[in-house]
């Protein structure tokens, strides 16, 4: 028995995989620099187009509307800045025990409502009407 063995051909050239550094490349790296600062760029433009939006908190983007301290429910409430499920109910209790609020000054009346919370929710907040107040509070008062 005898085993032969294939040698490979030695006719065929003998390429030499080699890897050229980034640097070497000046057309590739400027591709890449050019890319990056465009993507920079459209950031900071955008940032530049849109200044008023950088200062409103991020639940007024959100939401989008203001609060009628007189008419909303418990979850419009809670949607305000700082004001949870607790505070809201307090907000509904009030209003439903003393009749509607005739300012947003009012709303210190009630228990966990400070001058910096007031603050936080007035932006947020349609400031009632006094003569709108005075008819829902005569139609509160009307109902049995």
């Known amino acids: 028995?005898?085993?032969?063995?294939?040698t490979p051909p030695t006719n065929l050239?003998?390429?030499k995989m080699t890897t050229v550094p980034l640097m070497q490349r000046p057309v590739q790296l400027l591709i890449v620099l050019v890319v990056c600062?465009?993507?920079?760029?459209?950031?900071?433009?955008?940032q530049l187009a849109n200044p008023a939006q950088d200062n409103v908190p991020a639940n007024r983007v959100a939401t989008?509307?203001?609060v009628d301290v007189n008419r909303a429910e418990l979850r419009e409430l809670s949607l305000l800045p700082s004001v949870g499920p607790v505070l809201a109910r307090r907000i509904v209790?009030?209003?439903?025990?003393?009749g509607p609020f005739k300012s947003l000054g009012d709303l210190k009346r009630i228990h966990g409502i400070?001058?910096?919370k007031l603050a936080q929710i007035r932006l947020y907040c349609v400031s009632p009407a006094p003569a709108a107040?005075?008819?829902l509070m005569a139609l509160?008062?009307?109902?049995?």
């Open 133 to 135: 107040a005075e008819s």
């Open 114 to 116: 400070g001058d910096k």
């Open 37 to 46: 600062l465009l993507f920079v760029s459209q950031i900071r433009f955008s």
């Open 93 to 98: 209790s009030d209003r439903q025990l003393n």
């Open 1 to 6: 028995m005898s085993l032969t063995t294939k």
């Open 13 to 15: 050239p003998v390429t």
């Open 140 to 144: 509160a008062s009307e109902s049995p």
């Open 64 to 66: 989008g509307v203001l």
